[in-house]
């Protein structure tokens, strides 16, 4: 449960940093370019490179520094208690299945069994008094017209804004197509326009 998966990805991070830096590992030292790093995830992954990036922000050390330049989330696993946007338009308040909210609680409770609920801040970045010391240089957040967490999406843009966050964040949409699409049907052109864009965000940076 978490904060495992935080605590492993700072680990295996720092290690991936450490060891291409001091020549430990030749594959990393000759093909990882170590001063431009970025994290990036889908779903559950996307809030993972989130809290990943919101330590290195927050504990980067001239000892461990890692030269973070950006993050890639794709329809990141951000929720709330309240409601904002379409979500009452597409939440089902009732049910068993994945769009209704008594299972969206019920997951975020067995991956974080310790969570005080909803709006932890590890789930909700609103409720995250130290946002604004994230991590990295820019941030692109992919969302789908369609997905439950679109607007989740295009509110973390905002939040990243309004706490005063001094890097770049844009978002770009995908119209028609539903949560992590690109995994379903990776060779349709919209999945390759998603591939695209990331390449040019990171290429650019």
């Known amino acids: 449960p978490l904060p495992v998966a935080y605590d492993d990805s700072c680990v295996g991070l720092h290690w991936v940093v450490k060891s291409g830096l001091a020549g430990a590992e030749p594959w990393l030292s000759e093909h990882a370019d170590l001063a431009r790093v970025f994290l990036a995830g889908d779903s559950a992954g996307g809030n993972i490179a989130h809290n990943v990036a919101k330590r290195i922000g927050k504990c980067n050390t001239p000892d461990t520094k890692i030269a973070l330049k950006g993050l890639v989330l794709i329809h990141p696993f951000f929720w709330g208690k309240d409601r904002i946007g379409s ?119």
Request: charged fraction near 25%; glycine fraction near 6%.
């Open 87 to 205: 979500e009452l338009q597409k939440l089902n308040p009732t049910g068993t299945e994945l769009t209704s909210e008594p299972m969206f609680d019920r997951i975020w409770k067995l991956a974080n069994p310790k969570t005080s609920g909803s709006d932890d801040s590890l789930l909700n970045p609103e409720m995250d008094p130290e946002l604004s010391v994230l991590g990295g240089e820019k941030v692109l957040v992919f969302v789908a017209e369609q997905d439950l967490l679109r607007d989740r999406g295009v509110h973390y843009k905002d939040l990243l804004v309004k706490c005063g966050w001094k890097g770049e964040v844009q978002v770009f949409e995908t119209k028609g197509e539903n949560h992590v699409f690109h995994l379903f049907n990776p060779v349709s052109p919209k999945a390759a326009q998603l591939i695209d864009q990331c390449v040019d965000f990171i290429n650019s940076s």
